[in-house]
């Protein structure tokens, strides 16, 4: 279906378009006062103002090339675009007039539940090892917005330095290529096609976007790319089993896990959960001493390790599997402590680890 030189050119051409628009846009962001100012502060690192809303670069070039270069179905296309650009339209109007958090919500829902109905993206069955198929019934749809939703709210939330979505992003998608391509079935590979496309557009935004950026992605872009890695991880897992729904999860381990404790830190100190700090991994990693550069790159690595590990699951025995899991589970909650994710004084393995250590020293 596909001719991968095609397929190549396209991207090439994806990421030259976003190169060559980016500057274009910055030069309007500030003509026509796109700017994001570092006031108010509560997650903020940047001290200047700065031309946001650049994510709109990586979604026209990455359409700009699946419409007119690729022929991918339109019963597959058409539903994204539509649903995508209700995304990107939510992102515009909260980078501009700064929407309450139950109408940027309201926005992505709509977009999942369009992508449910017309997308045929959802969540049907589940396989598990030795005890069958379970089937989700009428909880398809609610699992699959919410599925959604936590995609693109995770991409959101980690969207705090220069470059760090963007490129996690980059990781992600690229992770998610390589197993489809390799390991789904030929009608499901213009969706490793589009993920490729995709990770061309943001390629050519990146080096505006990495530190010392000179455009944010906006929510705009954090939304939007949040949104289609949520979307594209579902492509695959009508008929999910337990390994393949895992997957996705793994991959995106630093802004799910951001995201996770993000909720238990707020539960634990009492506060909203939408109410905004600075207690993410990377504000946290700053804190410990590391700059703005290096606390990007060592997401950057922790990422990579993450999709290495998802890789590993598509070789693994069930036992391996499980041992994975294991691993990738005790290493989160090790590193969580150790960044104090929750809080400072809120380290139980650690606390339980140092006691036990005097024990033995005695």
Known sequence: MFDMFVVLLVSIFAMITSLILTPVFTWLAH???????????ERRIHEKRMPTMGGIIIYLSFYLAAFFLLPIPDSQLIPLFIASTIIVITGVIDDIFELSPVLKLLGIVSAAALMYFLGDVAL???????FGTLSFGILQLPLTILWIISFTNAINLIDGLDGLASGISVIALTTMGIIGFFFLTIEEVSVSVMIFILVAAIAGFWPYNFYPASVFLGDTGALFLGFMIGV???QGLKNATLISLVLPIIIMGIPITDTLFAMIRRKVNKQSIVVADKSH???RLMTLGMSHR???LAIYSV????????????????????LLTIFVIVGILLFVEIIGLVGEDKRPILNTLKRFTKKLNK
């Open 31 to 41: 003509k026509w006062g796109i700017i994001d100012d570092p006031e108010p502060k």
């Open 124 to 130: 049907q069955t589940m396989t598990f090892p030795y």
């Open 232 to 234: 594209f991880s579902l």
């Open 281 to 283: 991994i990377h504000h």
């Open 294 to 296: 290096q606390t990007v």
């Open 303 to 322: 990422s990579v390790i993450f999709s290495i590990i998802a890789l590993l699951y598509n070789f693994s025995t069930l036992l391996g599997s499980v």
